[in-house]
């Protein structure tokens, strides 16, 4: 098992390696270069590139958003909002070989440390392929919103809008 394990920023020149670590990660999510693009030209300081050994292995894109209103998969969000209330973790994603090294952990508490000192009070996020209990872990908790049915039934059926408090 790998030592070296970095989360570091996350540039343009890094998302050939995030358009293909999401391929393999959410085959079912597929998303264009250019959302990926967007998220890390809108707000860089949410984006980071994981290594290990060197080695492009994963991804997190988060940015600021009104609590309650999904973006759609695959689209273009224009800009953040100016009204934005609360921290929105668009996606995280591991190649299999950084599962259990505790990445995801590390990352996950750099991003919510991150909205805090931002002065966000929620994190949200929709939770699919099975995270629910990686989410629930780390303080998230499911939202009713039967408002939200149809757009997280376009993630897919089991997708959960979770939310966690500061």
């Not at 949410?46 to 009104?66: A, C, F, K, Q």
């Amino acid at each position: 098992m790998s030592n070296a394990i970095h989360w570091r920023a996350l540039t343009t020149l890094d998302l050939p390696a995030v358009e293909a670590i999401a391929a393999i990660v959410h085959p079912g999510f597929p998303e264009d270069m250019e959302v990926f693009a967007e998220r890390q030209r809108l707000h860089p300081e949410g984006t980071r590139l994981l290594e290990l050994d060197g080695v492009p292995s994963g991804y997190i894109l988060s940015h600021p958003w009104r609590f309650g209103e999904l973006p759609a998969l695959n689209s273009a969000l224009g800009h953040l909002p100016e009204d934005a209330d609360t921290y929105y973790l668009h996606d995280l994603a591991l190649l299999p070989a950084a599962r259990g090294t505790g990445a995801a952990a590390m990352i996950v508490g750099d991003i919510l440390r991150h909205a805090r000192h931002s002065g966000f009070t929620s994190t949200s996020l929709v939770a699919v392929n099975g995270s629910v209990p990686f989410w629930y872990k780390h303080g998230f908790r499911a939202v009713k919103a039967p408002e939200l049915a149809e757009k997280l039934a376009s993630y897919e059926q089991a997708a959960q809008f979770m939310a966690k408090r500061f």
